[in-house]
């Protein structure tokens, strides 16, 4: 690689916009994250976007929020407009635990330091330039913007809040991946269309005065929502939004969405089609470092950084559409892939990064294997309104073809420098058994899981089935558990043909909207049964823009508004999730008395076969033996039990 200098970063200081010889910007952007020159972290993706088209642009990353407020105003005012995303993640997220813990680490911030990033991090920015700045437009983006984009939830609050626009008081917001609509609005304003005219772009929002006209715009078709102030009052009306949204956030064909916030108007215009191959490989083919900027050089590595220096995205988007996941919700459900040119272009580059050592971290995206996956028929993909195309089945219009993700791996695998390629992002397992997947060529399944094993797994398969109860599963838009257990017999088969030692890691959530103790203790169980003792766990955690949020609110769906039970309270969600450690001596005498009065010796049998030994020595005769045995797997067993919920 050329050694790099100071300049071939965007700018962060006056200096280095000197150094560029530069004597005014078009746009600044400001960041909750650290500026890492990278196409994973969208603050880069964005600024390099914008210099593509032109622009001199610098970048603010976390800026100092309890001084003086001088990086606010250091770098001057932009010709064209300020950019402001709260980072990565939802600020809240990065800052906070599911149990509203302040965390002690922050992945995007050099050494992980924490409290460089404020809580709501768009609207604190926002205000501040709004305050410093009056005259010079806002533009918030980033998925803290967009999940927030109309009324919703926050969980940490514990309030329902407007749309962002109305607290950031910035003037457009853009949802989802920016590049489609900063391109346009970009262009726009280089035509001398004034900011404030800019009402029309596909994937933008604005929030309208009272007296502003409605823009016409014929292609489009409306809908209103219910306001945000019905929202305040009645739970199920604020349910019954939902659906609207998200229906409308993956159709082709959207209509533009209304709703009134006081004596103003929040207006969401469609989203744009899902990006070409051109576009994407066009945005990933920018001229990035792809390394964090050279001030953190002194303060420590990035974790997030680190995480993924070696790691190369293939693809956006997600059709799973779980409830509990925003990925769908700022992505999409279409998937958008990158040429494997592209790709291998990537590669190589990576490859000669100077302490690259032969060895890729991930070749992945949000589910693994979705890459080049797409409807067979266009026209029918184009009427669709379902959020997912997997729940609760696979769309027979969806091409599920996994031969040209084998190839690509083999493809990066024949580069001279790369030892071995890593799948560290999540696979759809369901997606590679052939009973659930039954449009596909099963040969073709057991190809890619085979590659996978045998050359893209150091030690373990991360996989995740969530759950085992098929009610939440389904309120999960996760397929039964049986599916795990089918694709976990070819795991273990080809484990034994190839001479492997792979282990599965299924990943688990706990206190979700429809689970109750019970389900909690059946998944326990069943997991043990099949010889797992779980680690990778986690409790769920309400996000704005999901299904599951909304009815952990509400207590509503708001597919069929009825109603759903939630544990809420802080002991529920400690007590459903103890359920996961039951081999922990300091939970076994409250899953002893929980299950007891649940009426579950059965569950009670399984979790803590040692506290029924003294029994079974001293039972009464006559009476039956008890059918489970410990020490014989699950699937060799003649008679499998079924964990059901007593009702």
Known sequence: MQELKLSNWLPTTNKEVKIRGWDALDVILFSGDAYVDHPTFGPAVIGRLLESFGLRVAIVPQPNVNDNLQDFVKLGAPKLFFGVTGGCMDPMISNYTASKKRRDKDAYTPNGDIGFRPDYATTVYSNILKEKWPDVPVLIGGIEASLRRVTHYDYWSDKLMPTILESSKADMLVYGMGEQPLREVVRLLQKGVPFSSITTVNQTAVLLDAD???????????????????????????????????????????????????????????????????????????????????????????????????????????????????????????????????????????????????????????????????????????????????????????????KPLTELYQAVDNHPKVKKSFIGSGIRHDMLVPEFNKNAD???????????????????????????????????????????????????????????????????????????????????????????????????????????????????????????????????????????????????????NTLNKLGRQDLLDVLLPAKTEKWRKNKPKGEAKNTFDDAVPFNQRKKKVKYKKKR
């Open 212 to 402: 502003a006209k409605i823009p016409k715009n014929s292609n489009w078709e409306d809908v209103e929502i219910v306001s945000h102030e019905v929202c305040l009052k009645d739970k199920k009306k604020y349910a019954s939004n939902f659906k609207i949204i998200e229906q409308e956030s993956n159709k082709l064909a959207a209509r533009r969405i209304f709703q009134k916030v006081g004596d103003k108007t929040l207006m969401i215009n469609p989203p744009y089609p899902t990006m070409t191959e051109e576009e994407i490989d066009a945005s990933f083919d920018l001229p990035y470092t792809r390394l964090p900027h050279p001030k953190y050089n002194k303060r420590g590595p990035i974790p997030a950084y680190e995480m993924i220096k070696f790691s190369i995205n293939i693809h956006r988007g997600c059709f799973g559409g779980c409830s509990f996941c925003t990925i769908s919700a700022h992505q999409g459900k279409f998937i958008a892939s990158r040429s494997q040119e592209s790709i291998l272009k990537e590669v190589d580059t990576v490859a000669n990064m100077p302490d690259f050592k032969g060895y890729l971290s991930d070749i992945g995206g949000p589910s693994a294997n979705m890459y080049k996956m797409k409807g067979k028929i266009q026209s029918i993909c184009d009427k669709c309104v379902a959020p997912s195309c997997i729940s609760p089945v696979i769309c027979s219009n969806l091409d599920t073809s996994h």
């Open 442 to 592: 099963p040969k073709e399944l057991d190809d890619y899981t085979e590659e996978v094993m045998t050359k893209h797994v150091s030690g373990r398969l991360k996989v995740a089935p969530e759950h085992t109860s098929d009610p939440v599963l389904k309120l999960m838009r996760k397929p039964s558990f049986s599916y795990f257990h089918k694709f976990k017999e070819r795991f273990d088969k080809i484990n034994v043909a190839k001479g492997l030692k792979l282990q599965l890691i299924p990943y688990f959530i706990s206190n979700h909207p429809a689970c109750e103790a019970e389900d909690m203790a059946n998944l326990a169980a069943e997991t043990k049964d099949m010889g797992f003792q779980l680690e990778q766990v986690q409790g769920f955690t309400p996000t704005p823009m999901t299904v599951a949020t909304v009815i952990y609110y509400s207590g509503y769906h708001p597919y069929t508004l009825k109603k759903v039970n939630t544990p809420k309270t802080r002991k529920e969600k400690e007590e459903q999730h103890r359920f996961f450690f039951w081999y922990k001596d300091e939970n076994k005498a409250w899953i002893k």
